[in-house]
């Protein structure tokens, strides 16, 4: 069975840093790309940044460019989510999900989904 497990959320003030990790098993980062989400109460999930080996390498949404950086250890099956300079409208509930191969920007192809990790930012 296919498990993402996301972890590394917290509380931390504006300005701050966390480093959130999505542990994987059931499948090889070989043949899934690995994206992450975010859902904030009464928004919509939106994409924050994916990466595929099939890709060369990490993409970011715009919201994502500057402050968050996505990178993987392929041996341990983790992919990370570095989020920098945070702000308040970053509160949200972070996912990950797996779809195969190839980063896409449509959220109905990511087959496989983790149950979240909480970050909340205060001013």
């Known amino acids: 069975d296919v498990q993402l497990q996301a972890s590394g959320g917290g509380s931390v003030q504006a300005g701050g840093s966390l480093k959130l990790s999505c542990t994987a098993s059931?499948?090889?980062?070989?043949?899934?790309?690995i994206g992450w989400f975010r859902e904030a109460p009464g928004k919509k999930r939106e994409g924050v940044g994916c990466?595929?080996?099939?890709?060369?390498?990490?993409r970011y949404y715009d919201l994502a460019k500057g402050r968050f950086t996505i990178s993987s250890d392929n041996d341990k099956k983790i992919v990370y989510l570095q989020l920098n300079n945070l702000k308040p409208e970053d509160t949200a509930r972070y996912y990950c999900?797996?779809?195969?191969?190839?980063?896409?920007?449509?959220?109905?192809?990511?087959?496989?989904w983790g149950r979240g990790t909480q970050v909340t930012v205060s001013s």
């Open positions: 999900a797996a779809e195969q191969k190839w980063c896409s920007r449509n959220q109905s192809m990511y087959k496989y």
């Open positions: 059931g499948l090889s980062f070989d043949d899934y790309a």
């Open positions: 990466i595929s080996n099939h890709d060369g390498g990490a």
